[in-house]
């Protein structure tokens, strides 16, 4: 039987992954290879993260019956509240993990790119809480963009540091924090915030992740007596949300995979970060996956109203999934996440990030029957995206 949760021991998942890095980083890279397995995998670990994860950040998140939601589109919706962790949102799940890893290892300086904020926050409150330095990579326009998030890393005594080439944006931020970490190889752990990178980043993050979906499969046994829904749902920039939200259920026939992409202005707008419907295989940020890119292989700018998916690519582990046909993906342009994020807002009360408001849109796309079990994933909470918002309500 095909795996679809686990790369092999050079780091791919079918065709993409692996660990494409400058001679430089390799050192770094191979002690992460060498040592995560073991490391996570410890029962002292293990215990030490559990129980950050149920006494600091507050999980297990709820996963709510969306009744009037449900009632609307004529179907059974349950949203996966990862929007309730601490710090708003589930980067905070891969942060703590990671940062308990760079301690283990001896390390004393923790780096990051953060794209809507919220990865950039996790990890300037992991590293707080643990009393490590800390540098956010960050684009300047996202620092634009997402000021509060902004604020809050700087209360928290993280650096941030604005990238101002290319889009400034995630990419970017991604571009500079890999040099940093060149620069500052032996002291220095880099937490990459979603499942793109070198091997070991794409499992790594996806196994800090899983937390989600390993939650959802005990919550719905015991709201409705078993474990697996019918439909899976979550949005998909690099993709550590839907990783999580998938990973027990990529290797269940039976459960339906769909992603969520940022169709931006439209796929056929120039402005687009729809990896999937734009893209070819390529190499970003030290795998292979597919990749926004011209026929000479320079990346092309993406564009997403949202800051969390305005990415040129996905992991490794959502690309093979979308070439083995395992996942159903959707482009959902800007305005239909406005759309949804308003829609959730007035049917449910919960004001959703515009990340998560993508994969709500899936809803209006997809013909769901009324006996179906469908979990969406609620990334986050809309609190970073007010400013946005705010320029809809003052129309």
Known sequence: MTTYRNPDENGYYGEFGGAFVPEMLYPNVEELQQNYIEIIESEEFKKELNDLLKDYVGRATPLYFAKNLSEKYGTNVYLKREDLNHTGAHKINNALGQVLLAKKLGKKRIIAETGAGQHGVATATACALMNLECIVYMGEIDIARQAPNVARMKMLGAKVVPATSGSKTLKDAVNEALRD??????????????????????????????????????????????????????????????????????????????????????????????????????????????????????????????????????????????????AEFFSINDDEALESAFELTRLEGIIPALESSHALHVLKKKNFQKDDVVVICLSGRGDKDMETYLKIIDK
């Open 181 to 326: 970490w060149i620069n500052n190889a032996t002291t220095t752990h880099y937490i990459i915030g979603s499942v793109v990178g070198p091997h070991p980043f794409p499992d790594l993050v996806a196994r800090f992740q899983s937390v989600i979906s390993e939650e959802i499969k005990w919550q719905l046994k015991e709201k409705i007596g078993r474990e697996n829904p019918d439909y899976v749902i979550a949005c998909v920039g690099g993709g550590s949300n839907a990783a999580g939200t998938f990973y027990h259920f990529v290797d269940e026939p039976s459960v339906k995979i769909i992603a969520a992409e940022a169709g931006g202005f439209g796929v056929n707008s120039g402005k687009s970060a729809a990896t999937t419907f734009l893209g070819t295989t390529g190499v970003l940020h030290g795998s292979k996956s597919i990749v926004m890119q011209t026929n000479d292989g320079q990346v092309i700018e993406p564009h997403s109203i949202s800051a969390g998916l305005d990415y040129p690519g996905i992991g490794p582990f959502h690309a093979n999934l979308f070439k083995n046909n395992r």
